[in-house]
């Protein structure tokens, strides 16, 4: 049976490419609800009215971010002899396009050397059972403000390393502005909503008619809710 021919770096690149995009979009989405929120009292608001949603929002969309960053620091394939498989990752894109090798191999030791390489080995690709028995169990991965600002250089590098990619392989500039814009005005949007509604709540004990109206909802959920 004859082996089937290498993908070429273009198609590498453009799956890479959609990669990197929903990392970028994912740490645009955490930032804004989480590591920005001070700037944003409606969104900061959510910590003390849904504590226990408002973390576990944070710690799946963290999770998935340092996972697929962690996906395109593998090697080019795992497993040995006849069962290897290729990966999806930066080290196979190299394979086809050498000139990037220089840009990836910093990329990767900015990974190597900060604690997000241990929390991938011991937190996300696997429960590390010396860890899992040591430590008390939380639902939380145990990320440091550096740790959050290493996340945020290594967003900044891949979407450097893209740009000299497209660069390189396709002679042309990839542009991912619009949707960065977009997760920031969804924030924005997300902010404005909540602070309407806490002005709202707040004048409820002012104003008889937004108070029945009030009333009334609550009443009509109660009907909905109740037990047959």
Sequence with gaps: MSTPAAPSASAILDVINKEITGIQLLW???NGMYFRAASRPGIEALADDVPALYRLMQTAMMESLLIRIARLMDPSVSGRG???KPNLSLARLVEQQESLKGICDGLKAQWSTS????VRNKYLSHNDLGRSQSEEHTLN???TGDDVVTVENMVVALREFRVA??????QSTHLDAGLIQQIARECETINDSLRAGN?????LS????????W???EAADAIRNKPC
């Design 141 to 143: 991965i145990p990320l």
């Design 82 to 84: 006849e069962g290897h």
């Design 115 to 118: 604690a997000l390489e241990s």
């Design 215 to 217: 009333t009334d909802t």
């Design 206 to 213: 002012d104003h008889a008619f937004l108070q029945k109206a």
């Design 28 to 30: 645009e989405a955490v």
């Design 165 to 170: 990619a497209n660069r390189e392989i396709l």
């Design 199 to 203: 002005v709202l709540f707040n004048l």
